[in-house]
């Protein structure tokens, strides 16, 4: 199975408008993208599988497709 982007650490490492509520700051700084309770992005919608920032999210998010069968069945395999 390939990776998902959905539970993936997410270092946000330039500024493509990524909203604060969506971003977790370590003790150092640094940015990711927040992750909920459930180890998920807290940016993706839980019924539909879609990134509610498409067009803000980060780079490495990008290498991914939205929706895809491999976050349905990494879903599927937590829940």
Do not use: Q
């Amino acid at each position: 199975m390939l990776p998902c982007c959905c539970r993936m650490e997410v270092m946000i490492i330039s500024d493509t408008g990524v909203p604060d509520k969506h971003i977790s700051v370590d003790k150092w700084g640094g940015e990711t993208m927040l992750r909920l309770d459930d180890g998920w992005c807290s940016a993706v919608n839980r019924d539909t599988f879609l990134c509610t920032i498409y067009e803000n999210r980060p780079w490495i998010c990008r290498e991914f497709e939205m929706g895809s069968d491999e976050c349905r069945e990494e879903f599927n395999v937590i829940r």
